[in-house]
Structures are given as C-alpha cells and as structure tokens.
C-alpha cells in the first residue's frame, strides 16, 4: 500500500550544525512533497515544498532533496538553532487531495 | 490573512454529548481538510471537502459527521465519542484539492470521558 516513512525517529544536533532529516515513500505516482515542522502543542507548519519535476528546492536555510529514482526525500536544515526543535513529517500529496504523511522525526537541538 | 481559526482550543466531553469543532479560512481556499492526530503519530486524514462539496471521507465512523456551511466555515459535529477518540483534531484547507500547500490550524485537543 501507499506509505510514506521516515528513517530515524529521533535526531539530536549541536546548534549551529546542519541537520539532515530523511524521508522514504513508496507511491511513485506522487507528484507533489511537503516539509512540515510541528511544534509542541501546535499545528503542522509549512516549510517547503517540492513537485516531481525538480530534484532540489532551497528556501531560507532549508532545502529540499527529491531523488525519484529511490524514491527518497531530505529536508537540510543550515546553521540549525534551538528554535528548530520540533518534529518534522514529510507528506506525499497523490493529486488526489490525500495528503499522507510520513511518521515524523523528533529533532533536538542542544546549546 | 494566512491562518487557519479553530475552535475551541480544548474540549472534554463525555460519551454521550453532541459537540461541534468549528474552523475558519479568509483566504478564498476552496479545499478544507479535517486530520486527527494522536500523540506522537502523525496527522490522519478523516474528510476533505472541495467547492463545499464532501470529497474524500477515509472510512470514518458516524459518530464524526463533517459539515461544509459555506466556502471559509468547516464544522466537525461529534457525538457518541469514545475514549479513543481522544486526539488532536487539525482543520487544514488550500487553494485546491492537492498539489498545493496545505495551511493547518492549531488544532482542536479532544479529551472524551
């Protein structure tokens, strides 16, 4: 079935570091990616987006990988700061309007 | 305006209560979305509306009924919930339906007792 995963649960980094946050998904029909970040206690906030016809985005000190060939995806995150902390999902939008996200990664960022 | 309203922002109620979650849009988005999300699990979608039209509705139980009123309201009418039921419940909406960016509420946390 369709699915959308993360590879690690938990990541901690040292501020200032670059955090990579992967993602795997399996529907290669899926033509349309999203980064939330969620905040404790708050809803999933956009980051960045990516449609299958490029394989990189950049935002403000975030960017976004696709590699449709493995059918992976990877949010970097530059010059990471403790308000970075939060979880990340990634999700896969089918153009059929179900957006399936992924199962999140807890980033920590230390001092 | 880029927010997406709900209310209220916590609700407990009992097994037997009707209650309804409300959300609202200003930014002319024609798709709306209703998510639950329990703890550390992602959102899952229950219901998406497009052009006030029930679109997509992910097998879930009556006792969860979605209402469309007009183009910015979404309403989430609960009733007969179970213990189980309590989550995060997450009202989204975007310009269409699919392929363009999702903006979430704050979310709804449901404590049913």
């Known amino acids: 079935g369709e699915s959308v995963g993360l590879h690690l649960p938990t990541l901690s980094v040292q501020e200032g570091d670059n955090s990579i946050i992967n993602c795997a998904y399996s529907?290669?029909?899926?033509?349309?990616f999203i980064w939330y970040k969620q905040e404790s206690g708050k809803g999933p906030q956009f980051i960045i987006d990516?449609?299958?016809?490029?394989d990189k985005r950049q935002g403000q000190r975030v960017t976004v990988l696709l590699n449709k060939t493995v059918k992976h995806l990877s949010l970097q995150i530059a010059a990471t700061q403790p308000g970075d902390s939060a979880v990340y999902f990634c999700?896969?939008?089918?153009?059929?309007?179900?957006?399936?996200f992924g199962q999140g990664t807890e980033l920590s960022v230390k001092p | 305006d880029t927010e997406v309203t709900q209310t209220p922002k916590h609700l407990v109620m009992g097994m037997t209560n009707k209650k309804s979650l409300k959300c609202e849009q200003h930014m002319g988005h024609r798709a709306m979305y209703w998510y639950k999300q329990k703890a550390k699990k992602p959102p899952e979608l229950m219901f998406v509306?497009?052009?006030?039209?029930?679109?997509i509705n992910e097998s879930v139980p009556s006792r969860f009924s979605p209402e469309c009123p007009n183009s910015s309201l979404l309403n989430l009418h609960l009733h007969a919930l179970q213990p189980e039921d309590s989550a995060l419940y997450l009202c989204?909406?975007?310009?269409?339906?699919?392929?363009?960016?999702?903006?979430f509420g704050q979310g709804t946390r449901l404590t049913v007792v």
């Open positions: 529907n290669s029909a899926s033509d349309y």
């Open positions: 999700a896969e939008d089918n153009q059929g309007g179900k957006l399936i």
């Open positions: 990516i449609r299958s016809n490029m």
């Open positions: 989204a909406s975007s310009l269409s339906q699919g392929g363009t960016e999702a903006f």
């Open positions: 509306y497009s052009y006030e039209k029930l679109s």
